[in-house]
């Protein structure tokens, strides 16, 4: 027998259902079932932005050179992407790993404008993290301390920039290169320190709805100085995380928003 003939006995089934009044095929009742998961959680995720979403700055400090990072973000891949239990879900614009700690020392740099000139930087509407150093970028920190959790000790992280061609002339004469330099910290810590907390609500997740915090706390005080709390709705595909919006947001910006809300809280210095 032809395989032609295979395929249509295989499809006849859903032919038949689709001409067939008052029949549903297992694909529309799929799709439908999607849609009304896919309206809950749009309409939670709302409720959510509209009612326990935002940034809270209760007190700011002015020239901070540096901070503690009381837990640094690990680096997700796939498996997180898909997962509608990863815990960091609600942040997946961040950075990981030693990228995470970078971006409290990099450099902001505003978009450009359509007629090539340099944009505005606002509270509402951020720039990019980058390392580059430019005359024209906002600073970050100088310094970020993070605690190992194999060994319990105390580093620090610092930005170095050289220009590589003055010792190696395979570079570019001018270009700048920058370089991440840990050494065990001294003493003090510092005093400001940011943490982070993930909300994993089963209900929630089940809608693809993910929530987290970012707490500022001046520690000599034990005082919270800002808290931002951040949603974000999957709208499915490939990697599901990775798509759909978040709240709050920083205008056209998607990377760093924990850097980009503790700045604003700890103002660093030369800001």
């Not at 295979?6 to 549903?24: D, E, N, Q, W």
């Not at 439908?32 to 959510?48: S, Y």
């Not at 505003?110 to 024209?136: E, F, K, S, V």
């Not at 929530?211 to 919270?224: F, H, P, R, Y």
């Amino acid at each position: 027998m032809p395989r032609v003939h295979f395929s249509i006995v295989r499809y006849l089934p859903l032919l038949i259902c689709t001409l067939a009044p008052g029949c549903t095929s297992p694909q529309s009742v799929a799709a439908q079932k999607w849609k009304d998961q896919f309206a809950k959680g749009e309409a939670l995720f709302k409720e959510k932005c509209s009612s326990v979403a935002g940034m809270k700055i209760y007190r700011t400090v002015e020239n901070v050179d540096g901070l503690l990072l009381l837990k640094v973000r690990g680096t997700p891949g796939e498996r997180e992407w898909r997962d509608p239990m990863w815990p960091s879900a609600a942040f997946e614009n961040e950075y990981g790993g030693e990228t995470y700690i970078k971006s409290f020392l990099s450099q902001e740099h505003a978009p450009g404008n359509a007629d090539g000139t340099p944009g505005a930087i606002t509270p509402q509407y951020r720039g990019y993290l980058n390392t580059a150093r430019r005359p024209t970028g906002r600073p970050g920190y100088l310094f970020v301390d993070v605690i190992d959790e194999r060994d319990g000790t105390r580093y620090r992280y610092k930005g170095r920039w050289e220009e590589p061609w003055q010792y190696d002339k395979s570079y570019l004469k001018g270009y700048i290169k920058f370089f991440l330099d840990k050494a065990v910290a001294p003493e003090p810590a510092p005093r400001y320190a940011v943490t982070y907390e993930e909300y994993v609500v089963p209900e929630e997740r089940a809608l693809w709805v993910a929530g987290g915090k970012v707490s500022v706390i001046d520690l000599a005080k034990n005082e919270v100085l800002g808290e931002m709390i951040q949603y974000k709705h999957s709208w499915g595909g490939i990697s599901p995380w990775l798509r759909g919006p978040i709240c709050p947001g920083f205008g056209g910006t998607s990377d760093g928003y924990t850097r980009k809300f503790v700045d604003q809280v700890l103002i660093p210095v030369g800001r």
